[in-house]
């Protein structure tokens, strides 16, 4: 009683500058990244590729946003839903902001552009650096996946199959002790998601595989990768998506930011036939993510809720 140890997330060194596909590093890595995908739903990559002074660019970057009036936040809109402004007066104590193809410099200084009319382009840049820089993570950590599967003859098709969207969040302080809801339990829509907490508020925690909560503890060089449902669902249920939620306490307000893969509009997520057998049937039909999200946000969709990708595609 109180005297067990806490669960924690498996952390994976993703610093070796030897780590490079084929490598003995690298097939070492990758079959972390497996069991921890396996057990866990996610894991912490530790992963030193971000300078300080770009870490700390964005942290001002994030509270100049969020500073921003209610009236200029909500111009930040898509025509996807949860790709934009998500937060006052729906969820109390969240706020999101979300740039689309955040590696681009073109389309980020576009969207800032509805938040600063007259542009801000230490701003643009700092997100499109941000995303690029981190966007190395999301890409060995699918290659790895892919491989760990035997997948690699899908690995071009994957790959360019997905485009970037960087979500900023900030969770205001409750101001009690007792926890309080900054966002619910869900499991995210897309490939995967990289999530890094720009201030050192702790509140994320994840399920792991037998529906134990485990709280997350960031570092500046953590990054949690948690799985979306159309991995899931690509690889046919070979891997669970993550879910996560995140609770408040204290008198301090969270930052955090988010790298999303997510499918384009209008390519089918298909399972591979590889992956299709007896004794793994067919979990899922042919859909697109942006028709998943849009049917969320129906009324059978919301009844739905957890269950919206079975309940939208099931076979
Ligand atoms: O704030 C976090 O760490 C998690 C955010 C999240 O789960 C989301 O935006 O989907
Ligand atoms: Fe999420």
Same mark, same amino acid.
């Given at each position: 009683?109180?005297?067990?140890?806490?669960?924690?997330?498996?952390?994976?060194?993703?610093?070796?500058?030897?780590?490079?596909?084929?490598?003995?590093?690298?097939?070492?890595?990758?079959?972390?990244?497996?069991?921890?995908l396996?057990?866990?739903?996610?894991?912490?990559?530790?992963?030193?590729?971000?300078?300080?002074?770009?870490?700390?660019?964005?942290?001002?970057?994030?509270?100049?946003?969020?500073?921003?009036?209610?009236?200029?936040?909500?111009?930040?809109?898509?025509?996807?839903?949860?790709?934009?402004?998500?937060?006052?007066?729906?969820?109390?104590?969240?706020?999101?902001?979300?740039?689309?193809?955040?590696n681009?410099?073109?389309?980020?200084?576009?969207?800032?552009?509805?938040?600063?009319?007259?542009?801000? *382009?230490?701003?643009? $840049?700092? &997100?499109? #650096?941000?995303?690029? +820089?981190? !966007? @190395?993570? /999301?890409?060995?950590?699918?290659?790895?996946?892919?491989?760990?599967?035997?997948?690699?003859?899908?690995m071009?098709?994957?790959?360019d199959?997905?485009?970037?969207?960087?979500?900023?969040?900030?969770?205001?302080?409750?101001?009690?002790?007792?926890?309080?809801?900054?966002?619910? *339990?869900?499991?995210? $829509?897309? &490939?995967? #998601?990289?999530?890094? +907490?720009? !201030? @050192?508020? /702790?509140?994320?925690?994840?399920?792991?595989?037998?529906?134990?909560?485990?709280?997350?503890?960031?570092?500046?060089?953590?990054?949690?990768?948690?799985?979306?449902?159309?991995?899931?669902?690509?690889?046919?249920?070979?891997?669970?998506?993550?879910?996560?939620?995140?609770?408040?306490?204290?008198?301090?307000?969270?930052?955090?930011?988010?790298?999303?893969?997510?499918?384009?509009?209008?390519?089918?997520?298909?399972?591979?036939?590889?992956?299709?057998?007896?004794?793994h049937?067919?979990?899922?039909?042919?859909?697109?993510?942006?028709?998943?999200?849009n049917?969320?946000?129906?009324?059978?969709?919301?009844?739905?809720?957890?269950?919206?990708?079975?309940?939208?595609?099931?076979v």
């Open positions: 009683m109180g005297t067990e140890t806490p669960l924690k997330v498996p952390v994976i060194d993703f610093s070796n500058p030897e780590l490079k596909p084929g490598t003995a590093e690298w097939d070492s890595v990758k079959g972390q990244v497996r069991r921890a396996q057990d866990y739903n996610c894991f912490e990559a530790s992963f030193d590729k971000i300078p300080a002074e770009l870490r700390g660019s964005l942290f001002r970057a994030l509270q100049e946003l969020f500073d921003l009036p209610l009236e200029a936040k909500i111009r930040n809109v898509s025509e996807i839903p949860y790709h934009g402004y998500f937060g006052h007066p729906l969820v109390p104590l969240f706020e999101s902001l979300g740039f689309e193809d955040a681009i410099i073109e389309k980020v200084e576009d969207q800032t552009r509805a938040l600063w009319p007259q542009g801000n *382009s230490s701003f643009s $840049k700092t &997100i499109q #650096t941000f995303t690029k +820089q981190l !966007s @190395e993570l /999301d890409q060995m950590v699918r290659r790895m996946i892919l491989e760990s599967f035997n997948l690699e003859k899908y071009d098709e994957h790959m199959s997905t485009n970037y969207v960087f979500r900023t969040m900030k969770y205001n302080a409750p101001k009690t002790n007792e926890p309080k809801v900054g966002l619910g *339990s869900h499991k995210d $829509k897309d &490939i995967i #998601t990289i999530l890094h +907490q720009m !201030s @050192e508020v /702790d509140g994320l925690a994840v399920q792991n595989k037998d529906g134990e909560w485990i709280d997350v503890n960031f570092s500046k060089n953590s990054f949690l990768v948690i799985i979306g449902e159309s991995l899931h669902a690509w690889l046919n249920g070979r891997l669970n998506a993550t879910y996560h939620r995140v609770m408040m306490t204290g008198d301090k307000e969270r930052y955090a930011v988010g790298l999303f893969s997510v499918p384009k509009a209008g390519y089918m997520i298909k399972a591979p036939e590889e992956l299709v057998d007896e004794a049937p067919l979990l899922y039909k042919p859909y697109d993510y942006v028709e998943l999200l049917f969320t946000y129906t009324e059978a969709g919301q009844v739905a809720d957890t269950s919206a990708l079975k309940v939208f595609c099931g």
